[in-house]
């Protein structure tokens, strides 16, 4: 492990191998570990995505997770997912050629050309104190692309023709999270909200989400003041706090 400071004050760990960054830092985040705590892996053994799908961690590209402790409601938690989503996005427009279609699906896939690039795995919870930890996962196809049965995936080094390197890009990350993190402590999640709407779906584009209570399909009607997804159906606007776009 090479421990080093990265932007504005993130303690960046580089791991050779783990068998899961998220895992390492829920377990810091357990025993206490103070915020601003990021592991880098260039390899991961039992990396995983959404829903405890299995995530290949290829050498090459970005195993990244990070520890936040924000002292917020707990609902309001989920907007961080966002907020990365952004950091993200600003990161790879930063060494994307000119012209290469860069888009977010709510609430955790960055998207190249249509297909996925990158995703985002959020875990929050409580210490015995009552007070809120984040651990999020951010994990990007840098210079592999690995298959995926249900949708396509690419990668920088396919759109671009080369890719930095997994720390010098976790770095640039970081500092793009620092960046909004300063700006929704200042001015509240709008800003946040207003950069992912502009990265995100078309509004009145036709969504299907999923969630425990079966499908809506509708037009999207943007993303709420907190966050959630709206979904315009004939009946009504559907608030979606949890669920998975298809396609």
């Known amino acids: 492990m090479t421990p080093g400071a990265a932007g504005f004050g993130w303690r960046l760990q580089v ?6 960054t998220q895992d390492h830092l829920l377990a810091l985040a357990a025993a206490g570990e103070p915020e ?6 260039l390899r991961q053994t039992a990396g995983r995505g959404q829903h405890g799908r299995a995530w290949q961690s290829l050498s090459g590209n970005l195993h990244l997770s990070l520890l936040l402790r924000p002292r ?5 938690l989920p907007q961080y997912s966002l907020l990365a989503a952004v950091a993200l996005a600003d990161a790879v427009a930063g060494v994307l050629p000119a012209g290469v279609p860069l888009s977010l699906k709510w609430p955790n896939d960055l998207l190249l050309n249509g ?8 875990n929050s919870g409580l210490d ?3 007070t809120p930890w984040i651990v999020l996962g951010i ?8 298959q995926l049965p249900d949708r396509s995936v690419t990668c920088l080094a396919d759109v671009c023709g080369a890719s930095p390197g997994p720390e010098a890009f976790a770095r640039s990350l970081l500092e793009r999270l620092d960046h909004w993190r300063q700006r929704r402590a200042a001015e ?5 909200r207003t950069a992912w709407m502009a990265y995100g779906p078309a509004l009145d584009a036709i969504l299907t989400v999923r969630g425990s209570r079966g499908s809506i399909t509708g037009r999207f009607g943007g993303l709420a003041e907190d966050g959630a997804l709206l979904i315009a159906t004939e009946e009504r606007v559907h608030t979606v706090v949890a669920g998975e776009l298809a396609g």
């Open 139 to 146: 994990g990007v196809n840098l210079t592999h692309a690995p």
């Open 15 to 20: 791991h050779e191998s783990l068998s899961s």
């Open 115 to 122: 297909a996925k690039c990158a995703g985002i795995l959020l």
């Open 36 to 41: 601003g705590t990021a592991a880098l892996a």
């Open 72 to 76: 917020e409601a707990p609902r309001e």
């Open 128 to 130: 015995e104190e009552g």
């Open 188 to 192: 509240g999640f709008g800003p946040v």
